[in-house]
């Protein structure tokens, strides 16, 4: 069907969005909004060719969810989070999921894409684009023709269990190859074919691979030649000597202040949930 006109990148992020829905105790639809973006990120970040380069897209919108981020890097490990991580109490029927993330996130806001490296040295590349209607795939869609000026069909997908276990998650993205030929038609019709058929997630629940999805997709059982194949999972880059150094930076009497209301001083990274408890003697030593 595209006849080395395009490429394909499929993912699949169950692992990955298990671990971020316990550790952040998310609801089924902050879940289904972060796995959506942990999809994407990690397809965007499919073409890094380092681990030290990394891809974070951060969604701001004017919803009861205010922000979703997600990072992926050359390594294919991922993080992310959403603020709040959970919305399922402020909604008017609170048994009642909302069926779409611009619901919750709203149809309104900004998308921001970066495309960093962490060397101490490069300037990252920073994109930002209003939503085009607060779906997390159709936004990366947008910044995709857009900002890379590549024509793209994105579908991501998370599916859950009646009592909000993560059954299946993963992503497919479709981009025309520069130089070639592939009409936008061809790319219209496949993104409603993904939009209306694929249900990536529904498949990968079924235990589908990811030839069985491209030969749906493409409508043959033709070989693909396969470029790259990574494992993905969950990693944070916060360590507690980073925790450690920005509690420092406070002072000692705003770190006295802490452990007086608190009672104790502990940090938590916002990316991961991870936390760390620290003694007035150890920050106050250094």
């Not at 992020?13 to 671990?19: A, F, S, Y």
Request: net charge negative; charged share 25%.
């Amino acid at each position: 069907m595209f006849d080395y006109r395009a490429r394909c990148v499929v993912v699949s992020t169950k692992d990955i969005v298990t671990t971020l829905q316990q550790r952040h105790k998310l609801d089924p639809i902050t879940t289904i909004a972060l796995g959506r973006a942990i999809n994407c990120a990690a397809m965007l970040a499919s073409t890094l060719k380092s681990e030290v380069d990394y891809i974070s897209c951060t969604w701001r919108g004017k919803g009861l969810l205010e922000t979703v981020f997600a990072e992926c890097n050359g390594a294919g490990e991922c993080r992310g989070y959403t603020t709040p991580e959970s919305v399922a109490e402020d909604l008017e029927i609170a048994e009642l999921i909302p069926e779409k993330v611009s619901d919750v996130l709203g149809s309104e806001g900004t998308l921001t894409v970066i495309h960093g490296r962490r060397d101490g040295v490069s300037k990252p590349y920073t994109a930002i684009l209003e939503f085009m209607n607060g779906e997390i795939a159709s936004d990366i869609a947008h910044y995709l023709a857009e900002s890379e000026q590549i024509p793209s069909a994105v579908a991501a997908g998370v599916k859950l269990s009646p009592t909000g276990e993560v059954l299946s998650s993963g992503g497919v993205l479709v981009q025309k190859i520069a130089g070639t030929n592939l009409d936008e038609k061809t790319l219209k019709e496949l993104e409603v074919n993904m939009a209306e058929k694929l249900n990536i997630s529904d498949r990968l629940a079924k235990g589908e691979s990811v030839v069985d999805i491209l030969n749906f997709l493409t409508n043959d059982t033709e070989e693909h030649t396969l470029l790259l194949a990574r494992d993905l999972s969950f990693k944070c880059t916060c360590s507690r000597d980073r925790m450690s150094s920005a509690l420092v930076l406070l002072g000692e009497d705003q770190i006295k202040t802490i452990l007086d209301e608190f009672g104790k001083i502990e940090t938590r990274c916002p990316f991961c949930a991870h936390t760390e408890l620290f003694s007035l003697e150890e920050l106050t030593r250094q």
